[in-house]
């Protein structure tokens, strides 16, 4: 496991800090006045340049707070994702999202998805308790861009996400440490999909007959 940040090395000297962009004026304020509040305040936890990301990083730990970051598409917002966001949320202070734009949606699952558009996803990830920051990645962007942005104290992810050898390149470049967690939803948004398309009911929603309710 790989010394990132708090952990001094073995040898007594202080670890090597991570280099953040200068704190622009008023950017403490803004995490400490908006960033924290309980409304969604979309407009200011929706960041998508990446520097100013690692601007409000550096104020964040400035203030002593351990950032965490997760990714994924968070299409169809259901209870899998609340609870999964909520998890992630525990292993820190600070929670950052970051959502995949629909371009790169559609080049991984195709031209039908997603279902739901990037902005209004991007909107309901806002309203999840615990979420600090929200952003977008882009098909564009290089490998790991928001990692390397972000250089969160600890990374979450789902089973499938990194390999163990990624997951021992990222903690020893990028984080803290990398947590996975199972996947907590009883269905996939695919399967959802493919549910609705069919007209079939959701498990779980069938009669003691086996039947669809009326």
Not at 74 to 89: N, P, Q, T, V, W
Not at 95 to 107: T, Y
Not at 135 to 154: N, Q, Y
Not at 181 to 193: H, I, P
Request: charged share 25%; aromatic share 6%.
């Amino acid at each position: 496991m790989s010394r990132w940040p708090h952990d001094a090395p073995a040898n007594g000297t202080s670890a090597p800090a991570r280099s953040h962009p200068a704190i622009p004026p008023g950017t403490l304020a803004l995490v400490n006045s908006g960033l924290f509040a309980d409304a969604s305040n979309f407009e200011l936890r929706f960041v998508e340049d990446y520097q100013r990301i690692s601007a409000i990083v550096g104020a964040l730990r400035t203030l002593g707070l351990k950032v965490v970051l997760t990714s994924g598409s968070f299409d169809i917002i259901h209870e899998g994702h609340s609870m999964y966001l909520e998890a992630a949320r525990r292993f820190g202070d600070f929670l950052i999202v970051g959502l995949d734009s629909d371009e790169k949606i559609r080049a991984r699952k195709g031209p039908h998805r997603p279902a739901v558009p990037q902005m209004e996803r991007l909107r309901m990830v806002t309203h999840q308790r615990g979420v600090g920051v929200v952003t977008l990645k882009h098909l564009h962007h290089e490998r790991w861009g928001l990692i390397k942005a972000v250089r969160p104290d600890v990374l979450v992810a789902t089973e499938d996400t990194y390999t163990p050898r990624e997951i021992a390149e990222l903690e020893e470049h990028y984080c803290g440490r990398v947590e996975v967690l199972e996947r907590m939803a009883t269905v996939s948004t695919s399967a959802r999909l493919r549910r609705i398309q069919l007209g079939l009911p959701e498990p779980g929603e069938a009669g003691e007959s086996g039947q669809p309710p009326q």
